[in-house]
């Protein structure tokens, strides 16, 4: 045998056995707790515990992922070497959406905040869309995108906006108010959504450099 082919069949037999390494480690890992002490002990920046959600992620990709139950797993080529995906955690929560306009009471006084209120709302029952009045109001980064909260669930937003969205009393087109205290923030927020179940997948991904 020459020594290239030995080369060669060394290499892949190397891989191989790092491969199956891997996937027998994985194996053990069944839940965030466990994933997260195993991220410890293999700390690179392209090993990483991370959330799909089949609102906020359209690539080929996140769609195989979230098609896969709990356990499953996927290899793929890539120029780092072959990474492994793990699903840790699948579920299916409710989920928010709505538009909004922030005014910010620590660099606005009380009066000021009022009437950019009354003007907004104002306005928009006039027929001027939201959107447009957000892009023009708020002082959230939100009004790039015309005031568009995108998908939410419980915990992701103060809890005196959760309990406003999630108020069934309130109908698609409805405009109403939340102040903040913890902030000092004022917000006027159109309800652009009914809530929504939507799954999401939490997933652990180890790059093997090796392969």
Known sequence: ????????????????????????VLDTITSVEQAESFLETKKSRKNRLIAFNEEKHKTKLSKALLG????GTKTVDSEFGKIHYKIIEKTNEPH????????????????????????????????IKFEDLAKKYSMDKNAFSG???????????????????????????????????????????????????IKEVKVLKVVDNRS
């Not at 045998?1 to 027998?24: D, E, H, P, Y």
């Not at 005014?103 to 009380?110: A, P, Q, V």
């Not at 109908?171 to 923030?185: E, H, K, M, Q």
């Open 68 to 71: 896969l139950p709990v356990g």
């Open 147 to 197: 005031g568009d909260s995108g998908w939410f669930k419980d915990g992701e937003m103060p809890i005196e906006i959760e309990e406003q969205v999630s108020d069934l009393a309130n109908d698609l087109g409805d405009i109403y108010t939340v102040r903040i205290p913890t902030d000092n923030g004022y917000y006027i927020i159109l309800k652009t959504h009914r809530i929504k179940t």
């Open 96 to 127: 928010y959406r709505m538009s909004y306009v922030f005014l910010d009471g620590n660099r606005l006084t009380l009066q000021k905040i009022n009437e950019l209120t009354n003007t907004i709302i104002k306005k928009h029952n006039d027929g």
């Open 1 to 24: 045998m020459n020594k290239t082919l030995l080369l060669l069949l060394l290499c892949f037999s190397t891989s191989l056995f790092a491969q199956k390494g891997i996937k027998k």
